[in-house]
Each structure stands twice: as C-alpha cells, then as structure tokens.
C-alpha cells in the first residue's frame, strides 16, 4: 500500500527557515515526479515545486530564490528547504508522488510563519 510520510512542518518567525521532509514507500516506479502542494485557509491547492528522478525541477514563483527540492532516489525522499520564510507562505503542505498510472497524497503537515 502506497504511503507518503511527511514531516519539518511548525512554527516560525517571518525571515526563518524550516526544512520539510517526504518518504514514500509501498511505491516502485523507477519514473516519477514528487512534489510539494499547499493549500492555506479558503485558497485552492497549489504546486509549491517538483522535481523528478531526473532531478528537473519546478517552482512556483512566489518561492523561486527562497524555496529549493530535492531528493535522494535510494530512500525514496523528497525535501523542501525553505528560507526568507514570509507570512503568506503560511498553509498546510502536501507531499505528492506522481507517476503515469497513480496519483498518492501524504497527508500534510502545517507550516505557520508569524509576522
């Protein structure tokens, strides 16, 4: 059974960092993407960024410069390393793993930045 385990997420003053963490397991496909969404109080889900096995990544630009993924294929882990953090970045962040037949969700962890 295909699992996203998601972990980094809390609270942060304005201009700090927090690094999030995503390993997938019960999942074998050698082409994917992971990726992180976020979804904040009364907005639509968003893609924050993704990378694939390839390493080609994909940022939102609200975070290009700020934000930076990466993985590492042999543990199946994706990371997002969020600096400069800003209050709008607040919201509940989804790890996702897409390959060409399926579509898995973790099931978020919050990230707060305080003014």
């Known amino acids: 059974q295909a699992r996203l385990v998601e972990s980094g997420g809390g609270l942060v003053q304005s201009g700090g960092s927090l690094r999030l963490s995503c390993t997938a397991s019960?999942?074998?496909?050698?082409?994917?993407?992971m990726g992180w969404y976020r979804q904040a109080p009364g907005n639509e889900r968003e893609l924050v960024a993704s990378?694939?096995?390839?390493?080609?990544?994909n940022y939102a630009e609200s975070v290009k410069g700020r934000f930076a993924i990466s993985r590492d294929n042999a543990k199946n882990t994706v990371y997002l390393q969020m600096n400069s953090l800003k209050p709008e970045d607040t919201a509940v962040y989804y790890c996702?793993?897409?390959?060409?037949?399926?579509?898995?969700w973790g099931q978020g962890t919050q990230v707060t930045v305080s003014p």
């Open positions: 019960g999942i074998i496909s050698r082409a994917n993407v």
């Open positions: 990378i694939s096995t390839g390493a080609s990544t």
């Open positions: 996702n793993y897409k390959t060409v037949l399926h579509d898995h």
